[in-house]
């Protein structure tokens, strides 16, 4: 009968108490496609050259907060599908025409820019990327997008410890347990035990929302 009262009374509380909403996948994150055009820089030996292309997508709250990934499309072939390449990437199979090349990605506020490096040259490779597209993945600030998961699952697991004290683990339930033991006073311990519990989760879940508030302010 006591071990029935352990397991009801907590888990009735505990259920009462409100946590944050599940994080939402895929919120505020972008997709933006754009196409790739004539090199805007060349260096004078030919060595290096990129490609910068606007995108306005790409604000101060990203600079500071978010991230960008980028892909290029690899055309359909008889022997593979259509494909998306991530950067950077080392391109030995340039070697066909002439240029090994190094292509990476750098950002900023409004635009993207593709820089390729070679031993030799870059005008080759560069004719190559002319009119395939390339996909942007503008990802938001992280933190403020998973913290109500992770408080969530915070508050989730600090209910959940009420139970460990079945398996042995010598919790703040398996104590009171061991106190009623010794001093047959149930009522008082448990009803004591589920207010510590109650005001850890509360204390919780107040600074997670605090927390959450002042990241979406800023």
Same mark, same amino acid.
């Given at each position: 009968m006591k071990?029935?009262? !352990?397991?009801?009374?907590? !888990?009735?509380?505990?259920?009462?108490?409100e946590v944050e909403k599940e994080f939402e996948v895929g919120?505020? $994150?972008?997709? #933006?496609?754009?196409?790739?055009?004539? $090199?805007t820089s060349l260096?004078?030996?030919k060595q290096y050259g990129n490609f910068e292309?606007?995108?306005?997508?790409?604000?101060?709250?990203?600079?500071?907060?978010?991230a960008v990934l980028a892909y290029i499309e690899r055309a359909a072939t008889e022997e593979r599908p259509q494909r998306w390449s991530q950067f950077p990437q080392y391109n030995p199979v340039w070697k066909e025409i002439g240029d090994t090349t190094f292509s990476y990605l750098s950002y900023g506020e409004g635009f993207v820019r593709i820089s390729l490096q070679s031993?030799?040259? #870059?005008?080759?490779?560069?004719?190559?990327?002319?009119g395939l597209k390339l996909k942007l993945v503008i990802l938001p600030q992280a933190i403020k997008n998973i913290l109500p998961a992770i408080g969530n699952q915070f508050v989730y697991v600090l209910k959940m410890s009420s139970l460990v004290s079945i398996i042995g683990i010598g919790d703040?339930?398996?104590?009171?347990?061991e106190l009623v033991v010794t001093t047959y006073r149930p009522l008082e311990i448990y009803t004591f035990l589920i207010l510590e519990?109650?005001?850890?989760?509360?204390?919780v879940s107040y600074l997670v929302?605090?927390?959450?508030?002042?990241?979406q302010k800023d």
């Amino acid at each position: 009968m006591k071990k029935l009262f !352990l397991f009801i009374i907590p !888990l009735f509380f505990f259920s009462c108490v409100e946590v944050e909403k599940e994080f939402e996948v895929g919120k505020g $994150l972008e997709v #933006v496609i754009v196409e790739f055009g004539d $090199l805007t820089s060349l260096s004078d030996d030919k060595q290096y050259g990129n490609f910068e292309i606007k995108v306005p997508e790409i604000d101060n709250e990203v600079m500071e907060e978010g991230a960008v990934l980028a892909y290029i499309e690899r055309a359909a072939t008889e022997e593979r599908p259509q494909r998306w390449s991530q950067f950077p990437q080392y391109n030995p199979v340039w070697k066909e025409i002439g240029d090994t090349t190094f292509s990476y990605l750098s950002y900023g506020e409004g635009f993207v820019r593709i820089s390729l490096q070679s031993e030799t040259s #870059v005008e080759g490779i560069a004719e190559t990327f002319k009119g395939l597209k390339l996909k942007l993945v503008i990802l938001p600030q992280a933190i403020k997008n998973i913290l109500p998961a992770i408080g969530n699952q915070f508050v989730y697991v600090l209910k959940m410890s009420s139970l460990v004290s079945i398996i042995g683990i010598g919790d703040l339930t398996r104590k009171a347990n061991e106190l009623v033991v010794t001093t047959y006073r149930p009522l008082e311990i448990y009803t004591f035990l589920i207010l510590e519990y109650l005001i850890l989760i509360l204390i919780v879940s107040y600074l997670v929302r605090k927390l959450e508030k002042k990241l979406q302010k800023d």
